[in-house]
């Protein structure tokens, strides 16, 4: 288009689709707060513990003693199930010892 005094003149529009770019930065934001998330959750044992060569408790930051598994399971998400080795049971019962291993099965070693 040209003016009346011989210059062009006019405006121009460009128009550009920027929803696949939002929805990228939402994803990309979304991503983001799941992974914070996660690392949030994680607990992880370090450094020195402090154990009784003898019974195995553990000492803590106060300064008292308490079983592995009440320390390990208030600083990680570590659960605990029991049961007694071959040599455990060899040891504290004797008496039942060779009826209990065989019952146990193959999963022992001698």
Known sequence: M????????????????????????AERERLIGDLQAALDNIKTLTGLI??????????????????VEQFV??????????????????????QYADAVLAKMGSGVSE
């Open 50 to 67: 402090p154990i009784c060569a003898g019974c195995k408790q553990i000492r803590d930051d106060q300064g008292y003693w308490q079983c």
């Open 2 to 25: 040209k003016a009346e005094d011989g210059n062009a003149s006019g405006l121009v529009f460009a128009f550009r689709d920027v929803s696949a770019r939002k929805s990228m930065e």
């Open 73 to 94: 399971q208030e600083r990680s998400d570590a659960q605990f199930s029991h049961s007694m080795c071959p040599e455990c049971v060899r040891k504290f019962y004797p």
